[in-house]
Protein backbone atom coordinates (compact mmCIF):
# COMPACT_ATOMS: atom_id res chain seq x y z
CA UNK A 1 0.00 0.00 0.00
CA UNK A 2 1.73 3.71 -0.89
CA UNK A 3 1.11 5.70 1.80
CA UNK A 4 1.28 9.21 1.28
CA UNK A 5 3.93 11.17 3.41
CA UNK A 6 1.50 12.66 6.08
CA UNK A 7 -0.53 9.50 6.45
CA UNK A 8 3.27 7.68 6.99
CA UNK A 9 3.77 10.53 9.98
CA UNK A 10 0.77 10.73 11.29
CA UNK A 11 1.15 6.95 11.58
CA UNK A 12 4.01 7.59 13.21
CA UNK A 13 3.25 10.08 15.42
CA UNK A 14 0.23 7.88 16.69
CA UNK A 15 2.50 4.56 17.22
CA UNK A 16 4.88 6.43 18.97
CA UNK A 17 2.16 8.06 21.38
CA UNK A 18 0.66 4.49 21.91
CA UNK A 19 4.13 3.00 22.69
CA UNK A 20 4.81 5.82 25.25
CA UNK A 21 1.12 5.53 26.94
CA UNK A 22 2.07 1.70 27.18
CA UNK A 23 5.44 2.45 28.79
CA UNK A 24 4.88 5.65 31.23
CA UNK A 25 2.89 3.84 33.57
CA UNK A 26 5.94 1.02 34.22
CA UNK A 27 8.93 3.67 34.11
CA UNK A 28 6.40 5.57 36.64
CA UNK A 29 6.72 2.72 38.94
CA UNK A 30 10.03 2.35 38.35
CA UNK A 31 10.63 6.01 39.29
CA UNK A 32 8.38 5.34 41.99
CA UNK A 33 10.58 2.84 43.87
CA UNK A 34 13.21 5.43 44.08
CA UNK A 35 11.29 7.84 45.50
CA UNK A 36 12.72 9.24 48.75
CA UNK A 37 9.11 10.54 50.12
CA UNK A 38 7.28 7.78 52.51
CA UNK A 39 3.31 8.48 50.87
CA UNK A 40 4.97 8.85 47.08
CA UNK A 41 4.33 12.49 46.39
CA UNK A 42 4.44 13.93 42.95
CA UNK A 43 6.90 15.51 41.72
CA UNK A 44 9.46 13.23 44.21
CA UNK A 45 11.69 15.25 46.47
CA UNK A 46 14.74 12.97 45.60
CA UNK A 47 16.12 9.91 44.66
CA UNK A 48 17.07 6.73 47.32
CA UNK A 49 17.26 3.00 46.56
CA UNK A 50 16.87 2.87 50.72
CA UNK A 51 13.46 1.23 49.98
CA UNK A 52 14.76 -1.46 48.07
CA UNK A 53 17.18 -2.30 50.94
CA UNK A 54 14.09 -2.51 53.07
CA UNK A 55 11.59 -4.64 50.60
CA UNK A 56 14.37 -6.81 50.91
CA UNK A 57 14.50 -7.26 54.43
CA UNK A 58 10.69 -7.58 54.68
CA UNK A 59 9.26 -10.66 55.56
CA UNK A 60 6.11 -10.71 54.29
CA UNK A 61 7.23 -10.05 50.82
CA UNK A 62 10.01 -12.34 50.68
CA UNK A 63 7.04 -15.04 52.16
CA UNK A 64 4.80 -14.37 49.63
CA UNK A 65 7.32 -14.36 47.06
CA UNK A 66 7.92 -17.91 47.87
CA UNK A 67 4.48 -18.51 48.29
CA UNK A 68 4.64 -17.95 45.02
CA UNK A 69 7.31 -19.31 43.22
CA UNK A 70 5.93 -22.59 44.73
CA UNK A 71 2.99 -22.45 44.03
CA UNK A 72 3.57 -21.65 40.05
CA UNK A 73 6.06 -24.39 40.32
CA UNK A 74 4.31 -27.30 41.30
CA UNK A 75 0.84 -25.91 39.32
CA UNK A 76 3.56 -26.08 36.11
CA UNK A 77 4.48 -28.99 36.61
CA UNK A 78 0.66 -30.58 36.86
CA UNK A 79 -0.38 -28.81 33.73
CA UNK A 80 2.43 -29.76 32.21
CA UNK A 81 1.69 -33.63 32.16
CA UNK A 82 -1.99 -33.41 32.04
CA UNK A 83 -2.15 -30.24 29.17
CA UNK A 84 0.78 -32.97 27.11
CA UNK A 85 -1.68 -35.98 27.94
CA UNK A 86 -4.67 -34.41 26.17
CA UNK A 87 -2.76 -33.05 23.80
CA UNK A 88 -2.04 -36.29 22.80
CA UNK A 89 -5.13 -37.60 22.77
CA UNK A 90 -6.68 -35.41 21.26
CA UNK A 91 -4.07 -34.83 17.68
CA UNK A 92 -3.57 -38.29 18.00
CA UNK A 93 -6.90 -39.96 18.02
CA UNK A 94 -9.89 -39.36 17.06
CA UNK A 95 -12.80 -40.39 19.50
CA UNK A 96 -16.38 -39.70 20.96
CA UNK A 97 -16.68 -36.12 22.57
CA UNK A 98 -12.88 -34.81 20.80
CA UNK A 99 -14.38 -31.31 20.52
CA UNK A 100 -15.65 -31.47 24.04
CA UNK A 101 -12.45 -32.19 25.32
CA UNK A 102 -11.15 -29.64 23.60
CA UNK A 103 -13.45 -26.99 24.46
CA UNK A 104 -13.65 -28.03 28.19
CA UNK A 105 -9.87 -27.34 28.46
CA UNK A 106 -10.14 -23.89 27.23
CA UNK A 107 -13.26 -22.99 29.46
CA UNK A 108 -11.50 -22.40 32.76
CA UNK A 109 -9.60 -19.41 30.98
CA UNK A 110 -12.89 -18.34 28.73
CA UNK A 111 -14.79 -17.94 31.88
CA UNK A 112 -14.47 -14.92 34.19
CA UNK A 113 -11.87 -16.16 37.40
CA UNK A 114 -14.49 -14.77 39.80
CA UNK A 115 -16.75 -17.53 38.31
CA UNK A 116 -13.82 -20.22 38.40
CA UNK A 117 -12.80 -18.91 41.91
CA UNK A 118 -16.35 -19.61 43.68
CA UNK A 119 -17.13 -23.04 41.95
CA UNK A 120 -13.84 -24.01 43.30
CA UNK A 121 -14.06 -22.72 46.75
CA UNK A 122 -17.88 -23.98 47.47
CA UNK A 123 -16.80 -27.27 45.61
CA UNK A 124 -13.03 -27.40 48.28
CA UNK A 125 -15.76 -26.51 50.87
CA UNK A 126 -18.15 -29.17 50.46
CA UNK A 127 -15.89 -31.89 49.26
CA UNK A 128 -12.25 -31.33 51.00
CA UNK A 129 -13.65 -30.03 54.38
CA UNK A 130 -15.43 -32.87 55.65
CA UNK A 131 -12.07 -34.75 54.69
CA UNK A 132 -9.93 -32.50 56.72
CA UNK A 133 -7.98 -31.04 53.94
CA UNK A 134 -8.64 -26.86 54.50
CA UNK A 135 -8.23 -24.35 51.93
CA UNK A 136 -4.32 -23.81 51.30
CA UNK A 137 -1.38 -24.34 49.10
CA UNK A 138 -2.94 -27.58 47.91
CA UNK A 139 -6.20 -25.85 46.81
CA UNK A 140 -4.47 -23.07 45.52
CA UNK A 141 -2.04 -25.50 43.09
CA UNK A 142 -5.31 -26.82 42.34
CA UNK A 143 -6.75 -24.22 41.49
CA UNK A 144 -3.92 -22.64 39.07
CA UNK A 145 -3.26 -25.88 37.32
CA UNK A 146 -6.80 -25.89 35.83
CA UNK A 147 -6.13 -22.63 34.31
CA UNK A 148 -2.88 -23.58 33.36
CA UNK A 149 -3.92 -26.55 31.58
CA UNK A 150 -4.73 -24.89 28.53
CA UNK A 151 -1.53 -23.25 27.32
CA UNK A 152 0.69 -26.05 27.80
CA UNK A 153 -2.07 -28.02 25.39
CA UNK A 154 -2.06 -25.62 23.17
CA UNK A 155 1.35 -25.34 22.33
CA UNK A 156 1.85 -29.76 22.67
CA UNK A 157 -0.94 -29.59 20.09
CA UNK A 158 0.61 -27.11 18.07
CA UNK A 159 3.81 -28.98 17.69
CA UNK A 160 2.18 -31.93 17.20
CA UNK A 161 0.08 -30.82 14.29
CA UNK A 162 3.65 -30.17 12.87
CA UNK A 163 5.69 -33.07 13.74
CA UNK A 164 5.83 -35.35 10.87
CA UNK A 165 4.78 -39.24 11.98
CA UNK A 166 8.01 -40.58 10.16
CA UNK A 167 10.92 -40.33 13.06
CA UNK A 168 8.51 -42.33 15.38
CA UNK A 169 7.41 -45.25 13.06
CA UNK A 170 11.74 -45.06 11.96
CA UNK A 171 12.26 -45.88 15.98
CA UNK A 172 9.77 -48.57 16.18
CA UNK A 173 10.78 -50.15 12.42
CA UNK A 174 14.26 -49.95 14.42
CA UNK A 175 12.70 -51.78 17.49
CA UNK A 176 12.08 -49.26 19.86
CA UNK A 177 9.02 -49.80 22.18
CA UNK A 178 6.63 -47.42 22.85
CA UNK A 179 7.78 -45.79 25.95
CA UNK A 180 11.35 -45.74 23.94
CA UNK A 181 10.16 -43.66 21.17
CA UNK A 182 8.63 -40.93 23.66
CA UNK A 183 12.00 -40.55 25.57
CA UNK A 184 14.32 -40.87 22.87
CA UNK A 185 11.75 -39.27 20.26
CA UNK A 186 8.93 -37.53 20.37
CA UNK A 187 10.30 -35.89 23.84
CA UNK A 188 13.04 -34.15 22.19
CA UNK A 189 10.72 -32.99 19.98
CA UNK A 190 8.50 -31.90 22.12
CA UNK A 191 11.34 -29.82 24.29
CA UNK A 192 10.90 -26.09 23.24
CA UNK A 193 7.06 -26.77 23.27
CA UNK A 194 7.02 -27.81 26.53
CA UNK A 195 9.31 -24.99 27.81
CA UNK A 196 6.99 -22.29 25.98
CA UNK A 197 4.25 -23.89 27.70
CA UNK A 198 5.54 -24.24 31.21
CA UNK A 199 6.97 -20.63 30.89
CA UNK A 200 3.49 -19.35 30.09
CA UNK A 201 1.76 -21.82 32.53
CA UNK A 202 3.91 -20.42 35.04
CA UNK A 203 3.87 -16.66 34.30
CA UNK A 204 -0.12 -17.02 34.43
CA UNK A 205 0.37 -18.60 37.88
CA UNK A 206 2.57 -16.26 39.11
CA UNK A 207 0.05 -13.36 38.21
CA UNK A 208 -3.33 -14.72 39.30
CA UNK A 209 -5.07 -13.13 42.30
CA UNK A 210 -8.86 -14.01 41.72
CA UNK A 211 -8.98 -17.83 41.68
CA UNK A 212 -6.01 -17.85 43.98
CA UNK A 213 -8.53 -15.30 46.62
CA UNK A 214 -10.79 -18.04 46.68
CA UNK A 215 -8.57 -20.91 46.76
CA UNK A 216 -5.87 -19.82 49.65
CA UNK A 217 -6.95 -20.02 52.99
CA UNK A 218 -6.07 -17.10 55.28
CA UNK A 219 -2.34 -18.62 55.81
CA UNK A 220 -1.45 -18.77 52.27
CA UNK A 221 -0.65 -15.43 50.88
CA UNK A 222 0.80 -15.39 46.64
CA UNK A 223 2.77 -11.92 45.75
CA UNK A 224 -0.27 -10.75 43.77
CA UNK A 225 -2.84 -11.23 47.44
CA UNK A 226 0.15 -9.33 49.11
CA UNK A 227 0.44 -6.51 46.86
CA UNK A 228 -3.47 -6.25 47.08
CA UNK A 229 -3.63 -6.49 50.59
CA UNK A 230 -0.82 -4.03 51.18
CA UNK A 231 -1.82 -1.58 48.78
CA UNK A 232 -4.31 0.47 50.62
CA UNK A 233 -1.63 0.50 53.48
CA UNK A 234 0.12 3.71 54.09
CA UNK A 235 3.43 2.42 55.61
CA UNK A 236 3.71 -0.48 53.38
CA UNK A 237 3.61 1.92 50.39
CA UNK A 238 7.74 2.03 49.91
CA UNK A 239 7.74 -1.78 50.14
CA UNK A 240 5.12 -1.90 47.82
CA UNK A 241 6.47 0.22 45.30
CA UNK A 242 9.86 -1.74 45.29
CA UNK A 243 7.93 -5.28 45.09
CA UNK A 244 6.01 -3.59 41.70
CA UNK A 245 9.19 -2.54 40.26
CA UNK A 246 10.92 -5.56 40.60
CA UNK A 247 8.31 -7.37 38.66
CA UNK A 248 8.52 -4.94 35.82
CA UNK A 249 12.54 -5.40 35.86
CA UNK A 250 12.01 -8.90 35.99
CA UNK A 251 9.19 -9.46 33.68
CA UNK A 252 12.41 -9.00 30.88
CA UNK A 253 13.17 -12.45 31.53
CA UNK A 254 10.59 -14.05 30.14
CA UNK A 255 10.50 -12.36 27.10
CA UNK A 256 14.11 -13.09 26.58
CA UNK A 257 13.58 -16.90 27.23
CA UNK A 258 10.93 -16.61 25.06
CA UNK A 259 12.62 -15.34 22.20
CA UNK A 260 15.74 -17.72 22.66
CA UNK A 261 13.01 -20.58 22.53
CA UNK A 262 11.30 -19.13 19.12
CA UNK A 263 14.88 -18.18 17.76
CA UNK A 264 16.25 -22.01 18.68
CA UNK A 265 12.91 -23.82 16.23
CA UNK A 266 11.16 -22.92 13.34
CA UNK A 267 7.88 -21.86 13.84
CA UNK A 268 9.04 -21.22 17.76
CA UNK A 269 6.91 -21.50 20.73
CA UNK A 270 3.65 -19.73 21.23
CA UNK A 271 4.21 -17.93 23.85
CA UNK B 1 5.02 -51.08 11.37
CA UNK B 2 3.35 -53.44 14.05
CA UNK B 3 6.37 -55.99 13.60
CA UNK B 4 9.19 -55.21 15.80
CA UNK B 5 11.78 -56.93 15.92
CA UNK B 6 13.87 -56.59 19.09
CA UNK B 7 17.22 -57.51 17.85
CA UNK B 8 17.54 -54.91 15.25
CA UNK B 9 19.10 -52.02 17.28
CA UNK B 10 21.66 -53.51 19.01
CA UNK B 11 21.93 -51.15 22.28
CA UNK B 12 17.98 -52.24 22.19
CA UNK B 13 19.27 -55.91 22.49
CA UNK B 14 21.37 -55.20 25.47
CA UNK B 15 19.39 -52.90 27.70
CA UNK B 16 16.26 -56.13 27.01
CA UNK B 17 18.24 -58.30 29.05
CA UNK B 18 16.55 -58.63 33.08
CA UNK B 19 13.61 -59.16 34.18
CA UNK B 20 12.48 -55.20 34.88
CA UNK B 21 13.39 -54.38 31.20
CA UNK B 22 10.97 -56.98 29.86
CA UNK B 23 7.67 -56.37 32.07
CA UNK B 24 7.86 -52.54 30.52
CA UNK B 25 7.89 -53.85 27.10
CA UNK B 26 5.58 -56.29 27.92
CA UNK B 27 3.44 -53.32 28.58
CA UNK B 28 4.77 -51.24 25.90
CA UNK B 29 3.90 -54.14 23.62
CA UNK B 30 0.29 -54.64 25.14
CA UNK B 31 -0.39 -50.31 24.78
CA UNK B 32 0.84 -50.64 21.12
CA UNK B 33 -1.61 -53.58 20.15
CA UNK B 34 -4.49 -51.42 22.12
CA UNK B 35 -5.08 -48.45 20.35
CA UNK B 36 -8.48 -47.34 23.08
CA UNK B 37 -6.17 -48.43 25.97
CA UNK B 38 -3.67 -46.02 25.09
CA UNK B 39 -5.79 -43.35 24.93
CA UNK B 40 -7.63 -44.38 28.20
CA UNK B 41 -4.48 -44.03 29.62
CA UNK B 42 -3.99 -40.78 28.16
CA UNK B 43 -6.95 -38.96 28.91
CA UNK B 44 -8.16 -40.54 32.80
CA UNK B 45 -5.81 -38.63 34.72
CA UNK B 46 -7.16 -35.23 32.62
CA UNK B 47 -10.78 -35.84 32.64
CA UNK B 48 -10.71 -36.85 35.82
CA UNK B 49 -9.26 -33.16 37.00
CA UNK B 50 -11.12 -31.41 34.48
CA UNK B 51 -14.29 -33.42 34.07
CA UNK B 52 -14.62 -34.22 38.16
CA UNK B 53 -13.04 -31.42 39.48
CA UNK B 54 -13.40 -28.47 37.56
CA UNK B 55 -16.96 -29.19 35.37
CA UNK B 56 -18.85 -30.40 38.43
CA UNK B 57 -17.71 -27.74 40.58
CA UNK B 58 -19.31 -25.48 37.59
CA UNK B 59 -22.41 -27.65 37.68
CA UNK B 60 -22.71 -27.60 41.24
CA UNK B 61 -22.83 -23.59 41.53
CA UNK B 62 -25.23 -23.04 38.78
CA UNK B 63 -27.59 -25.70 40.29
CA UNK B 64 -26.69 -23.54 44.00
CA UNK B 65 -28.02 -20.44 42.16
CA UNK B 66 -31.56 -22.35 42.52
CA UNK B 67 -31.34 -22.53 45.85
CA UNK B 68 -31.95 -19.71 48.26
CA UNK B 69 -29.99 -18.76 51.69
CA UNK B 70 -32.09 -18.38 55.62
CA UNK B 71 -32.22 -14.45 55.38
CA UNK B 72 -31.03 -14.97 59.67
CA UNK B 73 -28.24 -17.88 59.78
CA UNK B 74 -26.77 -17.60 56.31
CA UNK B 75 -26.86 -21.03 55.76
CA UNK B 76 -27.75 -22.36 52.32
CA UNK B 77 -31.34 -23.65 52.09
CA UNK B 78 -31.67 -26.64 49.08
CA UNK B 79 -35.20 -25.88 48.13
CA UNK B 80 -36.03 -25.50 44.06
CA UNK B 81 -36.65 -22.11 43.85
CA UNK B 82 -36.39 -19.34 40.76
CA UNK B 83 -36.46 -16.54 43.39
CA UNK B 84 -33.06 -15.46 43.03
CA UNK B 85 -33.10 -15.36 39.30
CA UNK B 86 -36.52 -13.39 40.06
CA UNK B 87 -35.07 -10.43 42.12
CA UNK B 88 -31.72 -10.61 39.27
CA UNK B 89 -34.20 -9.38 36.53
CA UNK B 90 -36.50 -7.49 38.86
CA UNK B 91 -34.29 -5.27 40.75
CA UNK B 92 -33.35 -2.69 38.97
CA UNK B 93 -29.85 -2.06 41.05
CA UNK B 94 -29.03 -5.44 39.24
CA UNK B 95 -30.37 -4.35 36.35
CA UNK B 96 -27.99 -0.81 36.22
CA UNK B 97 -25.31 -2.90 37.58
CA UNK B 98 -25.18 -5.61 34.52
CA UNK B 99 -25.69 -2.62 31.72
CA UNK B 100 -22.94 -0.46 33.39
CA UNK B 101 -20.76 -3.27 33.10
CA UNK B 102 -21.67 -4.57 29.74
CA UNK B 103 -21.45 -0.76 28.45
CA UNK B 104 -17.76 -0.40 29.73
CA UNK B 105 -16.71 -4.21 28.11
CA UNK B 106 -18.26 -2.72 25.36
CA UNK B 107 -16.34 0.78 25.47
CA UNK B 108 -12.77 -1.04 26.66
CA UNK B 109 -13.19 -2.93 23.08
CA UNK B 110 -14.14 -0.29 21.09
CA UNK B 111 -11.10 2.01 22.44
CA UNK B 112 -8.54 -0.65 22.87
CA UNK B 113 -9.53 -1.22 18.79
CA UNK B 114 -9.17 2.21 18.13
CA UNK B 115 -5.91 2.45 19.67
CA UNK B 116 -4.46 -0.98 18.38
CA UNK B 117 -5.17 -0.33 15.18
CA UNK B 118 -2.36 2.40 14.21
CA UNK B 119 -0.09 1.03 16.56
CA UNK B 120 -0.56 -2.65 14.71
CA UNK B 121 -0.22 -0.97 11.20
CA UNK B 122 2.70 1.22 11.72
CA UNK B 123 4.82 -2.22 13.21
CA UNK B 124 3.26 -4.60 10.52
CA UNK B 125 3.55 -2.52 7.73
CA UNK B 126 4.93 1.07 7.94
CA UNK B 127 8.43 0.80 10.35
CA UNK B 128 11.75 -0.61 8.67
CA UNK B 129 11.09 -4.51 8.57
CA UNK B 130 14.38 -4.96 10.72
CA UNK B 131 12.55 -3.33 13.11
CA UNK B 132 9.54 -4.95 13.29
CA UNK B 133 10.79 -7.97 15.54
CA UNK B 134 11.65 -5.73 18.30
CA UNK B 135 8.10 -3.82 17.92
CA UNK B 136 6.32 -7.27 18.74
CA UNK B 137 8.70 -7.81 21.75
CA UNK B 138 7.81 -4.33 22.70
CA UNK B 139 4.17 -4.78 22.82
CA UNK B 140 4.59 -8.12 24.47
CA UNK B 141 6.57 -7.42 27.18
CA UNK B 142 3.49 -5.27 29.19
CA UNK B 143 1.95 -8.65 29.02
CA UNK B 144 4.31 -10.39 31.54
CA UNK B 145 4.93 -7.08 33.60
CA UNK B 146 1.82 -8.28 36.16
CA UNK B 147 -1.95 -7.45 36.13
CA UNK B 148 -1.95 -5.96 39.81
CA UNK B 149 1.77 -4.29 38.85
CA UNK B 150 0.01 -2.30 36.24
CA UNK B 151 -3.25 -1.29 37.97
CA UNK B 152 -1.19 0.13 40.83
CA UNK B 153 0.95 2.45 38.67
CA UNK B 154 -2.50 3.26 37.22
CA UNK B 155 -3.59 4.08 40.91
CA UNK B 156 -0.51 6.19 41.61
CA UNK B 157 -0.67 7.94 38.34
CA UNK B 158 -4.47 8.71 38.96
CA UNK B 159 -4.20 9.44 42.55
CA UNK B 160 -5.05 13.25 43.77
CA UNK B 161 -2.16 15.50 43.23
CA UNK B 162 -0.02 12.28 41.23
CA UNK B 163 1.52 12.08 38.35
CA UNK B 164 -1.63 12.69 35.63
CA UNK B 165 -3.02 15.74 38.08
CA UNK B 166 0.82 17.10 38.13
CA UNK B 167 1.16 17.05 34.33
CA UNK B 168 -2.48 18.32 33.55
CA UNK B 169 -2.18 21.18 35.91
CA UNK B 170 -0.24 23.96 33.35
CA UNK B 171 -3.07 23.31 31.42
CA UNK B 172 -5.98 24.12 33.79
CA UNK B 173 -7.42 20.63 34.23
CA UNK B 174 -6.91 17.42 36.65
CA UNK B 175 -7.33 13.61 36.18
CA UNK B 176 -10.05 11.56 36.13
CA UNK B 177 -9.53 10.79 39.76
CA UNK B 178 -10.38 7.18 40.87
CA UNK B 179 -14.62 6.66 38.88
CA UNK B 180 -16.06 5.13 36.14
CA UNK B 181 -13.64 6.87 33.47
CA UNK B 182 -10.73 5.51 35.76
CA UNK B 183 -12.22 2.02 35.51
CA UNK B 184 -12.58 1.92 31.34
CA UNK B 185 -9.18 3.42 30.83
CA UNK B 186 -7.52 1.32 33.32
CA UNK B 187 -8.74 -1.60 31.81
CA UNK B 188 -8.11 -0.75 28.11
CA UNK B 189 -4.60 0.10 28.74
CA UNK B 190 -4.83 -3.95 30.52
CA UNK B 191 -6.30 -5.24 27.47
CA UNK B 192 -4.41 -3.29 24.93
CA UNK B 193 -2.01 -6.09 24.20
CA UNK B 194 -4.32 -8.86 23.14
CA UNK B 195 -5.52 -6.77 20.93
CA UNK B 196 -2.62 -5.30 18.80
CA UNK B 197 -1.19 -8.58 18.81
CA UNK B 198 -4.32 -10.20 16.00
CA UNK B 199 -4.55 -7.02 14.62
CA UNK B 200 -0.25 -7.19 14.11
CA UNK B 201 -0.34 -11.10 12.94
CA UNK B 202 -3.18 -10.25 10.45
CA UNK B 203 -2.03 -7.16 8.85
CA UNK B 204 1.69 -8.57 8.69
CA UNK B 205 0.29 -11.58 6.64
CA UNK B 206 -1.95 -9.11 4.41
CA UNK B 207 -0.22 -9.73 0.79
CA UNK B 208 1.83 -7.04 -0.78
CA UNK B 209 -0.13 -8.51 -3.87
CA UNK B 210 -3.65 -7.82 -2.89
CA UNK B 211 -2.35 -4.25 -2.44
CA UNK B 212 -0.88 -3.94 -5.43
CA UNK B 213 -3.68 -5.17 -7.53
CA UNK B 214 -5.89 -2.79 -5.74
CA UNK B 215 -3.74 0.00 -6.48
CA UNK B 216 -3.36 -1.11 -10.15
CA UNK B 217 -7.21 -1.26 -10.40
CA UNK B 218 -7.48 2.82 -9.07
CA UNK B 219 -8.03 2.43 -5.84
CA UNK B 220 -6.09 5.16 -3.92
CA UNK B 221 -4.94 4.54 -0.18
CA UNK B 222 -8.19 4.96 1.42
CA UNK B 223 -10.36 3.22 -0.68
CA UNK B 224 -7.87 0.47 -0.90
CA UNK B 225 -7.76 0.63 2.97
CA UNK B 226 -11.73 0.10 3.01
CA UNK B 227 -12.11 -2.39 0.33
CA UNK B 228 -8.89 -4.67 0.95
CA UNK B 229 -7.40 -4.63 4.28
CA UNK B 230 -10.20 -3.70 6.73
CA UNK B 231 -12.24 -6.94 5.31
CA UNK B 232 -9.28 -9.02 5.40
CA UNK B 233 -8.51 -8.05 9.12
CA UNK B 234 -11.79 -7.98 10.78
CA UNK B 235 -11.52 -11.45 11.96
CA UNK B 236 -8.47 -10.61 13.79
CA UNK B 237 -9.82 -7.38 15.33
CA UNK B 238 -13.00 -9.81 16.46
CA UNK B 239 -10.72 -11.95 17.99
CA UNK B 240 -8.59 -10.16 19.98
CA UNK B 241 -12.34 -8.36 21.20
CA UNK B 242 -12.58 -11.59 22.48
CA UNK B 243 -10.25 -11.05 25.10
CA UNK B 244 -10.92 -7.82 25.34
CA UNK B 245 -14.41 -8.04 26.20
CA UNK B 246 -14.62 -10.79 28.45
CA UNK B 247 -11.81 -10.01 30.97
CA UNK B 248 -13.26 -6.89 31.29
CA UNK B 249 -16.65 -8.64 31.95
CA UNK B 250 -15.45 -10.24 34.54
CA UNK B 251 -13.06 -7.78 36.54
CA UNK B 252 -13.83 -6.34 39.79
CA UNK B 253 -10.47 -5.99 40.75
CA UNK B 254 -9.54 -2.96 38.68
CA UNK B 255 -12.56 -1.48 39.95
CA UNK B 256 -11.87 -1.88 43.38
CA UNK B 257 -8.51 -0.31 43.01
CA UNK B 258 -9.30 2.54 40.92
CA UNK B 259 -13.65 2.37 40.58
CA UNK B 260 -13.96 4.59 43.60
CA UNK B 261 -17.61 3.92 44.52
CA UNK B 262 -18.22 2.47 40.86
CA UNK B 263 -19.68 -1.24 41.16
CA UNK B 264 -19.45 -3.55 38.11
CA UNK B 265 -21.47 -7.22 37.86
CA UNK B 266 -17.62 -8.97 39.46
CA UNK B 267 -18.15 -7.17 42.82
CA UNK B 268 -21.67 -7.57 43.27
CA UNK B 269 -20.53 -11.57 42.87
CA UNK B 270 -17.35 -10.96 45.17
CA UNK B 271 -19.43 -9.24 48.00
CA UNK B 272 -22.34 -12.15 47.93
CA UNK B 273 -20.01 -14.98 47.99
CA UNK B 274 -19.91 -15.45 52.05
CA UNK B 275 -23.26 -13.95 52.54
CA UNK B 276 -25.17 -15.44 49.62
CA UNK B 277 -24.12 -17.96 47.66
CA UNK B 278 -27.05 -19.18 45.86
CA UNK B 279 -27.57 -15.08 44.87
CA UNK B 280 -23.13 -14.74 43.80
CA UNK B 281 -23.71 -17.92 41.89
CA UNK B 282 -26.71 -16.57 40.04
CA UNK B 283 -25.40 -13.48 39.44
CA UNK B 284 -21.97 -14.97 38.36
CA UNK B 285 -24.23 -16.56 35.30
CA UNK B 286 -24.57 -13.07 33.83
CA UNK B 287 -21.38 -12.39 32.13
CA UNK B 288 -20.95 -16.03 31.35
CA UNK B 289 -24.52 -15.89 29.40
CA UNK B 290 -23.43 -12.67 28.10
CA UNK B 291 -19.89 -14.43 27.13
CA UNK B 292 -21.30 -17.05 25.58
CA UNK B 293 -23.50 -14.53 23.53
CA UNK B 294 -20.38 -12.59 22.12
CA UNK B 295 -18.74 -15.89 21.33
CA UNK B 296 -21.49 -17.19 19.28
CA UNK B 297 -21.91 -13.59 17.39
CA UNK B 298 -17.82 -13.36 16.69
CA UNK B 299 -18.08 -17.09 15.31
CA UNK B 300 -20.15 -16.20 12.77
CA UNK B 301 -16.92 -13.91 11.44
CA UNK B 302 -14.91 -16.78 10.88
CA UNK B 303 -12.61 -15.09 14.12
CA UNK B 304 -12.57 -18.13 16.11
CA UNK B 305 -10.73 -19.85 13.59
CA UNK B 306 -7.59 -17.68 13.99
CA UNK B 307 -7.92 -17.71 17.76
Known sequence: MNLSRPARIALRTAAGLGFAAIYLPLLLVLLGSLNQDRSASWPPPGLTLDWWAAAWDNEGARAALWTSVRAGLAATAVALVLGTLIAFAVQRYSFFGREAVSFAVVLPIALPGIVTGIALNSAFGTVLEPLGVGLGMFTVVVGHATFCIVVVFNNVVARLRRLPGSYEEAAMDLGAHTFRVFWDITLPLLRSALLAGGLLAFALSFDEIVVTTFTAGPGVQTLPVWIFNNMTRPQQAPVVNVVAAALVLLSVLPIYAAQRLSSDTPGGGRV | ?307
Not at chain 2, 236 to 249: D, E, K
Not at chain 2, 276 to 305: D, M, W
Open chain 2, 1 to 307: MTALSPGLSPESATRAAGPGRSAVRRLAGSLHRRPRLRLAALLTAPLLWLVLAYLGSLAALFLSAFWSTDTFTSEVVRIWTSQNFEELVGSPVYRTVALRTIGVALAVTALCAVIAFPLAFYTARVAHPQRRPLFVVAMLMPLWAGYLVKVYAWRLILSEGGPLDWALRPLGLSGPGYGLTATVLVLTYLWLPYMVLPIHTALAQLPDSLLHASADLGARTWRTFVSVVLPLVWPAVAAGSVFTFSLSLGDYITVQIVGGKTQLIGNLVYSNVTLNLPLAAALGTVPVAVIVVYLLAVRRSGALRSL
